[in-house]
């Protein structure tokens, strides 16, 4: 059964970068990671996506060894509205996948002045 | 922008009513989801249905029921509350099965449901 490992909470200061590491060391072939952010009385909204070595987009960076064993998000030059949870997903829903994708607890990043 | 809905943001029932929770999405997203959220615990799959008509067991449904009679919406349904079902329900759309779009979900802005 796939499981994810984060951190439960991180702590950062304005404009440093933070890497929040996700473990999921039975990842299936198919399997894409996938990470969410959430805030206060808001739904989880989708951040990036990958299935191996790097990925960027105007919001983060992703990072896959070869091993896929883990991933790391990025996040640049971080500011006090970067204050959220962090989710690492993976897995299919579908078609048929081999387990159910879970959310789990995330990690509380909390972005200081 | 994809659009998620959610009936209520707030509900307050009392123990063994029947409660229904409704979620409608405006993107024609083959795929939707209830989970629940509660301190502590994170995000848990409650069902998730891939076409109308079709639902899947999640992580934990005993307790709930789903319906998709229409694409569009996806009910959540507690056939008699208990205050262990107070939490946070969120609901979320994403597009057709396959590959990795059943991953980009799209959520709704919840309900906070307190049963009494």
């Known amino acids: 059964l796939a499981k994810t490992t984060q951190p439960i909470s991180m702590d950062s200061y304005e404009g440093q970068e933070v890497n929040i590491t996700c473990s999921h060391n039975?990842?299936?072939?198919?399997?894409?990671i996938t990470w969410y952010q959430q805030f206060p009385s808001q739904g989880p909204r989708f951040i990036i996506q990958?299935?191996?070595t790097k990925v960027t987009n105007e919001v983060a960076s992703l990072f896959i060894p070869a091993d896929r064993k883990s991933s790391t998000l990025s996040l640049p030059r971080v500011s006090l509205s970067d204050t959220a949870v962090y989710y690492c997903?993976?897995?299919?829903?579908?078609?048929?996948?081999?387990?159910?994708?879970?959310f789990g607890r995330g990690t509380s990043l909390i972005v200081h002045p | 922008d994809v659009k998620v809905t959610q009936s209520s943001r707030y509900l307050v029932k009392r123990t063994g009513e029947k409660v229904f929770l409704e979620c409608v999405q405006d993107m024609d997203h083959e795929n939707m989801f209830w989970y629940r959220q509660d301190p502590g615990l994170g995000l848990r799959l409650i069902y998730f249905s891939y076409d109308v008509k079709m639902k899947e067991k999640g992580d934990i449904p005993e307790g709930y029921s789903v319906s998709r009679e229409k694409k569009e919406r996806f009910s959540l349904i507690l056939e008699s509350a208990s205050t262990n079902q107070t939490s946070m329900y969120l609901c979320a759309s994403s597009p057709a099965p396959g590959d990795n779009e059943d991953l980009k979900q799209f959520f709704g802005p919840g309900t906070r449901l307190t049963v009494l």
């Open positions: 997903l993976v897995g299919l829903f579908f078609p048929g996948g081999s387990y159910i994708p879970t």
């Open positions: 990958g299935y191996k």
């Open positions: 039975n990842i299936a072939t198919n399997d894409y």
